[in-house]
């Protein structure tokens, strides 16, 4: 698999984007992806706005994950 080079916003209005490098499940536009956070100890959620396959002339960090949404919960139905 190849790298994918990812443009992120933290916020979709946001009109400053952040590349990052993704070695993993590839990511499309539209997904969110979990980066490094400011402190050392979590991640934070971005948004992806656009992937490319050529190596900016920048060093890029790396995407931690993509994020999977929410399944739908299963409607049961009531019981009685």
């Given at each position: 698999?190849?790298r994918q080079y990812v443009a992120?916003?933290?916020?979709?209005?946001?009109?400053?984007?952040?590349?990052?490098?993704?070695?993993?499940?590839?990511?499309?536009?539209?997904?969110?992806?979990?980066?490094?956070?400011?402190?050392?100890?979590?991640?934070?959620?971005?948004?992806?706005?656009?992937?490319?396959?050529e190596m900016p002339a920048f060093?890029?960090?790396?995407?931690?994950?993509?994020?999977?949404?929410?399944?739908?919960?299963?409607?049961?139905?009531?019981?009685?």
């Amino acid at each position: 698999m190849s790298r994918q080079y990812v443009a992120c916003k933290f916020r979709p209005d946001d009109k400053r984007s952040y590349t990052y490098h993704n070695d993993g499940e590839p990511v499309a536009v539209g997904d969110e992806v979990k980066i490094a956070g400011r402190s050392d100890d979590g991640w934070q959620r971005v948004h992806v706005v656009a992937v490319g396959d050529e190596m900016p002339a920048f060093d890029t960090k790396p995407i931690l994950g993509k994020i999977e949404p929410d399944a739908p919960a299963l409607d049961l139905g009531e019981t009685d």
